[in-house]
């Protein structure tokens, strides 16, 4: 039954969410557990969709392709991460409660549901369980004053982005008189054979489309939310916001530009380019200024968003292929990222600055090797996993046939310089400076998902292959 | 053996693995003498590499191909093979290593394991940089090796460590992002990553033109050239005196390897088209910098620019054959004399800054100014000083002297000018270097502390002693080397640097 990971999802959660109410505090470890397990569960019930035949169900509603099953892969791979990093961490700060674990369990349907929605509808409530789910858990820390703000900022950001999306389903569905992907996409051909003029108006409705979906990416101009949420929420949740949604947002892209709009392909290649050269840009040089971390991160964030953007409007089998082997590499890493900053957080010290890091690679080699890791990575040094998709956009969009692809290339692969710049800022504060860092004593599972997400940074790196061919086999049909 | 190159790289790989997470910091002892046993143990597998390698042929040796990642219908494959011009750089490379590790044995202080695990990681990746036969295999160990030598300058260096490691990170790192572009944009027009494909590939001029420039600002940077090569200094100066040496001897080696891989075979006529400029530039890198290298008052600064210098002939010699077009002999010597130069380089400039480094150990200081009549108290320091004071300013006998003879014909023939002006060198290399040895070695001695330094240890005798060996062997019987580089050189001029416009390029050739 290729429903049966969500359906199974929706049980667990709504089943923990009953078991929860008689847990008490000091035992919520087992809520912990039994979300792990069920994410875990959800994966391998998952795994069982691989290699199977498309398959569309409840009359064009939801589809369960080769695309959709390896993303939930990803996503649920990712979510079980973040949990392992989250527990220690939300457990010091006093909000060790059921609803976080319960949250990141609807939060994860949501995103099963985007990847697999057929119509617009559904995609519309994957996405909007999803957001609902995370601008909850932003204000989770009632107690500080960054939580709720960050929360509020990124409610009403969301909900214009969710507006714009609306309206831009609304346009579409006004010309082709359908909301279901499949057949939205042949009345869009039909319609323009027929009357060319109304191209404007599906463009009109593609822009729309893909204000909405830049936001929810985080690319530029619509990026003003993602440094003051990943800034002003807990890190643990900035740690999720940050990974795991983005690939959802990937699998709605993909389900509203190319097999919904690819009548006018053009139109859209020419926004993404647009949104793709300015996010990185003026993600890599804002990064550059940051000396919050967390900042930091959420401008290369924006950065990598960017590069990512490359493969998908590169318009090819080939650039989607890139497009979602780096997204998947970018929510490890950025999982990672937040990840760094988890590891150094203990009770009644938050991790804030670049300076915080100084000198941690004489008391903790192993964790300073392992931030080293991560962060040459980012910055896409090889063999470190990070540079293979870089080096698969560019060569989607050399590829693609697109005028100005070389120079495209070259500003994407210049401006990557500029981002090596403030990846080594830190590594200098970890290997070069004098500095206070302590030796840190991690809780054992904290410890383990770090060493996880960093060796992954170089097994992934020197062994891309599986992961490469898998996605280039989702859309080699 | 047919692993041998996979040998080469991987053995001091896992050899500094287990130096940084078996031996480790609690025994720094144990840590040192694995670390030397592996370096010796990469040395010694040089040793069937050179003896078995076949003096007749420019094909690749040691062949190795294993499949390794698909990007769509192009593979990227663990390809290793060496020619006559990759296969004494990596014996140079694992030469040098064992030269580091004895040099960091009581100089190191802190951290000692993860000092030597950096040199021999390093070690490994620059052997693969040499033996990749695959342009992405190249290129991920060419930008690996970045990491480990941005570690060793930024822990271990001097003051003003972290500026100097940063801008080496960031101008290698710019330089090759392009090189990228370019190999992709090559991966994709021949459906292969592979070298020798990318030579056989047919280029217009204007592609051509753009993956030169690309090409050339990658290499440029390393090697360096004027007006790129603002990082060595500053990177020599603050590098530790084992990272100066691998700096000198072998990563500014990999500029020229890189023109020589790529650059001068894949792109021929943008070659020769823009031969006149890289001429020029190497021609302003041996009299301008030289000029410059006289006027230093630290050390290492010195022996950096004059390492900038005597690049210069590197990449005078390689790009003057677009000049000898119809006189093979004088473009083969040009071309000899630069690939003598390297090598000759890789030992006498590794020789300088140990020399610098045996007196900053205990002195210091690299301040000419510091120092006066060391010889009164360090006779045997002197004496060795001497003959890499000589070597470095070409004295014949020594292997200073034949490269770039070799080159200065090569360019008589070319251009009364060119050798004219690469002659000057000659002056202002004697000049420069012979005037510190002056004032450091000679006179009366400047103080007290001068007068209390202890000659050379036994382990720095022994150093010192093993490249005097080198140095004089190259210079007296350079035939052992150019008998070993002589097929390869002769294939770039007869094909490799030939057009690739013409629309017959069914020659011998291809």
């Known amino acids: 039954m290729p429903m049966l990971p969500e359906l199974f999802l929706l049980a667990a959660a709504c089943a923990i969410l009953l078991i929860d109410l008689y847990v008490g505090d000091e035992k919520r470890t087992l809520t912990y557990g039994l979300a792990q397990l069920s994410l875990v569960a959800t994966f391998v019930l998952n795994l069982q969709n691989f290699g199977a035949a498309r398959e569309v169900l409840y009359h064009g509603m939801f589809v369960v392709d080769g695309m959709a099953t390896l993303l939930k892969a990803g996503m649920l791979a990712v979510m079980a991460l973040v949990l392992m990093f989250s527990r220690d961490y939300i457990n010091q700060r006093s909000f060790h409660r059921g609803e976080y674990y319960i949250l990141a369990l609807f939060a994860s349907l949501g995103m099963l549901v985007m990847v697999s929605g057929y119509s617009f509808l559904t995609i519309y409530l994957g996405l909007e369980l999803l957001s609902l789910s995370l601008y909850a858990m932003v204000a989770m820390r009632r107690d500080s004053t960054d939580g709720p703000e960050a929360a509020m900022k990124y409610f009403v950001m969301g909900a214009l982005a969710s507006g714009l999306l609306l309206y831009g389903m609304s346009m579409i569905y006004g010309v082709t008189g359908s909301i279901q992907i499949t057949e939205v996409q042949a009345k869009a051909v039909e319609i323009l054979a027929a009357h060319p003029d109304k191209a404007a108006l599906l463009t009109f409705g593609a822009i729309f489309l893909v204000a909405g979906i830049a936001f929810k990416l985080g690319a530029v101009p619509f990026h003003m939310w993602v440094p003051d949420v990943y800034h002003g929420a807990p890190t643990s949740v900035s740690a999720l916001v940050s990974s795991a949604p983005k690939i959802a947002v990937f699998g709605m892209a993909m389900r509203l530009l190319p097999e919904t709009l690819n009548s006018v392909l053009a139109q859209w290649q020419l926004l993404l380019t647009i949104l793709c050269m300015l996010s990185i840009v003026i993600g890599n040089v804002s990064a550059v200024a940051q000396s919050n971390i967390k900042r930091m991160l959420a401008f290369s964030g924006i950065a990598h968003i960017g590069y990512f953007l490359l493969g998908l409007l590169s318009g090819t089998a080939q650039g989607y292929s890139a497009a979602m082997f780096y997204i998947l590499v970018y929510a490890l890493m950025s999982v990672a990222g937040f990840g760094m900053i988890l590891v150094m957080t203990r009770a009644g010290f938050e991790c804030e600055s670049i300076d915080d890091f100084k000198g941690l690679w004489k008391r903790s080699p192993w964790h300073a090797l392992m931030m080293m890791f991560i962060m040459m990575s980012m910055a896409g040094v090889p063999p470190l996993v990070g540079f293979w998709p870089k080096l698969e956009v560019i060569r989607a969009v050399l590829d693609s046939g697109l005028p100005h692809a070389v120079w495209l290339a070259a500003i994407a692969v210049l401006f990557a310089v500029v981002g090596a710049w403030y990846y080594l800022r830190v590594v200098k504060a970890i290997f070069f400076d004098e500095g206070e860092a302590p030796e840190l004593q991690t809780a054992g599972d904290l410890r383990l998902a770090f060493s996880i997400a960093g060796l992954s940074m170089l097994v992934l790196g020197l062994m891309p292959g599986p992961l490469l061919a898998l996605c280039a086999a989702v859309f080699a049909s | ?510």
């Not at chain 2, 342009?135 to 930008?143: R, S």
């Not at chain 2, 050798?419 to 060198?425: D, E, K, N, Q, R």
């Not at chain 2, 052992?480 to 629309?503: D, F």
């Open chain 2, 1 to 510: 053996m047919t692993n041998l190159l996979s040998l080469l790289i991987w053995l001091p790989i896992a050899g500094g693995l287990a130096v940084l997470f078996g031996t480790g910091e609690r025994n720094t002892a144990a840590s040192k003498w694995l670390s030397l046993g592996i370096a010796l143990a990469t040395f010694g597998l040089c040793i069937p590499l050179w003896t078995g390698f076949d003096t007749t042929t420019a094909a690749m040796q040691y062949v190795e191909h294993a499949n390794w990642i698909r990007l769509g219908n192009i593979e990227i494959n663990y390809a290793l093979g060496v020619d006559g011009f990759a296969m004494p750089l990596i014996a140079l490379t694992s030469f040098t290593t064992v030269l580091v590790v004895l040099a960091g044995w009581e100089v190191i202080e802190k951290r000692v394991s993860h000092y030597m695990a950096a040199f021999l990681v390093m070690t490994g990746l620059m052997n693969g940089v040499f033996a990749a036969t695959d342009a992405m295999l190249f290129y991920v160990f060419w930008e690996f090796m970045l990491i480990p030598m941005f570690l060793i300058i930024g822990i271990w260096g001097g003051p003003n460590r972290v500026y100097a490691t940063l801008k080496f990170f960031l101008y290698t790192f710019l330089g090759s992002v392009l090189m990228l572009v370019a190999l992709i944009y090559m991966g994709i027009k021949g459906g292969s990553f592979a070298i020798e494909a990318m030579h056989k590939l047919p280029l217009e001029m204007g592609p051509q033109t753009l993956i030169f420039i690309a090409f050339f600002l990658a290499f440029a940077v390393k090697v360096p050239m004027f007006p790129v090569h603002t990082w060595l200094p500053d990177a020599h100066v603050e590098a530790p005196t084992g990272g100066s040496v691998v700096l000198a001897a072998i990563m500014l080696k990999m500029g020229t390897y890189g023109f020589l891989r790529f650059n001068l075979p894949i792109t021929p006529d943008a070659s020769a088209d823009l031969a006149n400029i890289i001429i020029a530039l190497s021609l302003i890198a041996v009299v301008y910098i030289g000029l410059v290298a006289l006027v230093q008052k630290d050390m290492k600064k010195l022996i950096a620019y004059s390492s900038i210098a005597h690049m210069g002939f590197v990449t005078l010699g390689f790009f003057i054959v677009f000049k000898l077009v119809g006189a093979n002999t004088h473009a083969a010597l040009g071309f000899q004399g630069a690939l003598v130069q390297m090598i000759s380089h890789g030992f006498v400039s590794a020789a300088l800054f140990l020399c610098v480094g045996v007196m900053y150990d205990r002195m210091h200081s690299r301040m000419i100014g510091d120092y006066g009549g060391v010889a009164n108290s360090m006779p045997k320091f002197a004496a060795f000083f001497m003959l890499f004071a000589m070597a470095n300013a070409g004295l014949p006998g020594t292997a200073g002297f034949v490269g770039e003879f070799m080159v200065i014909v090569a360019a008589f023939k070319a251009n009364f000018w060119y050798a004219f002006l690469a002659s000057v060198s000659l002056i202002t290399g004697a000049a420069y270097t012979l005037w510190m040895y002056k004032r450091v070695v000679f006179g009366e001695v400047a103080n007290k502390h001068v007068a209390e330094l202890p000659d050379l240890n036994k382990r720095e005798f022994l150093i010192l002693a093993v490249l005097a060996v080198m140095t004089l062997a190259l210079g007296l019987y350079p035939k052992a080397l150019t008998t070993v580089m002589e097929p390869s050189v002769q294939h770039l001029i007869g094909c490799g640097v030939q057009s690739k416009l013409q629309t017959v390029v069914e020659g011998v050739c291809r």
